[in-house]
């Protein structure tokens, strides 16, 4: 609040009242009042000139290199103003929010001797009311006549302060000292302040908020390039910065960038070169070759044109690694680890014998072959082991090589050009750098299999259609229903992948042989169920836990799952009793199902409508299964 001059007397008169009587004139300004109340209230000493608080040498300069930046921008606004501050003998200080006085550009504050007053503190506790602890309080401009001032060795001086606000909040203070009033034109000095403050805000704003920029730019998961038409890059941010110096484009002795002309050896026929010329592109993937090395990546460049000619001042390019790529868009698409091996129900000696074997392999090296029946769990325990091993932060792919036609299978695992310009990765490319999960790894042609264990030992492949070599790095996880072994030896599996993920083989237990853990195995589906679904959690009786301990289950825990699914949805009571559960897959090969359709199609759900889990319920090969799945017109899966 700027205010006209007062009556230097009258002002004197109402502060001698409050000194001496302790009362306050009704021509006393409001805010001028209370800071005269406040500072009789906390104390503050009407005589003497020396600060209550201040820095040593130490912390003062600690403190100017953390507002070096106010501090050299105030500096340079007040340059062409000194002949000015001198003529009129006024004082500029810079200080902080908390009142510390940063910088003292001219004349010493309150004739204090030179270097006492940067590092004081001239807050309300340590000068009283002043034009600087009404600014802050009020955070708004404010001029001080003399015999306001607190101290009164300062009454023949005015006093200015004008608060900076940055980003909603109060950062600095600019004060001015008027020593000799009414020499000096007051609107010059109100308006030099208002100028100085306001542009110190500007700048900082404008400096905080290229700040933040860089902030998101150097957090952000891929490289940006700002590039010269000569090659030169003008700018990178962080990630920018790394990929830079591995390939060699940054001098080691003066950490200066060269030029991209002299460092990708196919520079021209490059998307950057190719914007000069005002030509973008958009999520291409561009090979470039170094002297260093040869890597892909997902490139994006934007020319920039001149504001004052109409030529290309440069590109903008956005560029992310194909494996960075691939791994952020695997986490995103939900190729992650659902269970850890903490999550496996069991407190049998086969089943901790199981752990044991599932954590070691998890901590090595080798690919892995998980054998059993259907519905053993051999899912989950991949998905466990992925996440116990060094992988666990790469992306878990699962795919089911049953799922696929036999001649498709190739472009799903290597990927495949689908035009020209047009080509689409395949599963080992999406989980490079975790696990690759092949569900019935039986099911893969021979000559797939031959060139997927190639791929392994070499570390490197190429898609359908491309001559393109690009790296390969998967650990696999493969799943068998019957004896992967016994298969390659009769020819019918590739036996070059067989002995790469038969080096650690875990076998999985039948439930039938576990029944100890199918109470805490039931327990455990109940929970998930409750959870999943988000309902109220149901009990299972004793005695319905007896008779799930004495069934076969011969479609394993898959089936159990079922059984208990079907009875959690289908029990109105909060409690599971035995004639809640529905035995669907209690069918054997002497009842009635080759003939009964019903009767068939209740061991078919049970089996979850998989032909192998099927085969195991009704002791029948898949062949036959085929027949009679034709015959009453089910699908299989």
Aim: charge should be neutral; charged fraction near 25%; include cysteine.
């Amino acid at each position: 609040m700027i205010r006209e001059q007062r009556s230097r007397a009258k002002l004197e008169a109402y502060y001698r009242k409050f000194r001496d009587e302790g009362k306050i004139d009704v021509n006393v300004h409001p805010w001028v009042a209370e800071a005269w109340q406040e500072s009789e209230r906390i104390g503050v000493p009407q005589t003497g000139t020396e600060p209550r608080h201040a820095l040593s040498a130490e912390e003062f300069r600690a403190l100017q290199e953390r507002h070096a930046q106010a501090i050299d921008c105030l500096l340079q606004l007040t340059e062409d103003v000194q002949e000015f501050f001198a003529r009129y003998g006024l004082s500029l200080l810079l200080l902080d929010a908390d009142a510390l006085v940063l910088k003292s550009c001219s004349l010493p504050f309150m004739r204090l001797p030179h270097g006492k007053v940067e590092g004081s503190r001239l807050g309300m506790e340590e000068i009283g009311a002043s034009s600087i602890s009404i600014a802050k309080e009020k955070r708004t401009p404010f001029w001080l006549f003399g015999p306001e001032i607190w101290r009164e060795e300062s009454h023949g001086s005015d006093a200015c302060t004008a608060p900076v606000i940055v980003g909603g909040a109060l950062r600095y203070l600019v004060n001015i000292v008027v020593e000799e009033s009414a020499a000096v034109p007051q609107d010059a000095v109100i308006a030099q302040l208002l100028l100085i403050s306001r542009s110190l805000a500007a700048a900082l704003e404008r400096d905080f908020r290229l700040q933040a920029q860089e902030a998101i730019l150097d957090a952000a998961p891929f490289a940006v390039y700002h590039i010269l038409p000569s090659g030169e890059v003008a700018y990178a941010n962080r990630l920018g910065m790394e990929r830079l110096s591995r390939i060699g484009a940054r001098d080691k002795v003066t950490s200066r960038l060269l030029n991209l002309n002299d460092i990708v050896l196919n520079y021209r026929h490059t998307p950057i070169y190719q914007g000069f010329s005002g030509t973008p592109c958009y999520n291409k993937e561009v090979t470039w070759i170094t002297a260093a090395k040869t890597y892909e990546d997902v490139t994006t460049v934007v020319p920039l044109e001149s504001p004052t000619m109409q030529d290309i001042a440069g590109v903008v390019t956005v560029s992310m690694p194909i494996e960075d790529l691939r791994m952020l868009v695997a986490h995103t698409a939900g190729y992650t680890a659902k269970y850890s091996l903490a999550t496996m129900a069991g407190t049998g000696q086969t089943f901790q014998a199981l752990c044991d074997k599932a954590l070691r392999v998890a901590r090595g090296k080798n690919h892995v072959l998980l054998q059993g029946e259907v519905g053993t769990g051999k899912q989950r325990l991949a998905h466990g082991i992925h996440q116990a091993s060094a992988r666990a932060a790469g992306p878990l792919v699962s795919f089911r090589c049953g799922d696929v036609q036999p001649e498709l299978l190739a472009g799903e695992l290597f990927g495949a050009a689908i035009s020209p310009d047009v080509s689409r990765p395949g599963k080992l490319e999406l989980a490079f750098g975790g696990t690759l999960f092949l569900d019935e790894i039986e099911k893969l042609p021979k000559t797939t299999a031959a060139a997927l264990a190639a791929a392994l030992r070499e570390g490197k492949a190429h898609r359908l259609g491309e001559t393109v070599v690009r790296p390969i790095d998967v650990r696999i996880i493969a799943d068998c229903d019957g004896d992967l072994k016994r298969l390659t030896e009769r020819g019918f599996f590739e036996r070059s992948l067989y002995d790469l993920v038969s080096r650690s083989v875990i076998r999985m237990p039948a439930l039938r042989n576990r029944r100890e853990d199918i109470p805490l195995l039931a327990e455990q589906i109940i929970c998930e169920l409750a959870e999943q679904h988000r309902m109220e959690r149901k009990n299972l009786l004793p005695e319905t836990i007896e008779l799930l301990e004495q069934y076969d289950w011969p479609g394993n825990i898959k089936q159990l799952q079922s059984v208990l699914e079907h009875a959690f949805f289908h029990t109105a009571d909060m409690v599971i009793a035995p004639t809640d559960i529905n035995l669907m897959g209690d069918v054997k090969p002497d009842d009635n199902w080759k003939k009964d359709r019903e009767i068939f199609l209740r061991a078919w759900k049970s089996a979850g409508g998989n032909v192998s889990r099927l085969a195991n319920l009704l002791d029948v090969s898949r062949v036959t299964l085929y027949r009679y799945l034709k015959k009453f017109q089910l699908e299989k899966t």
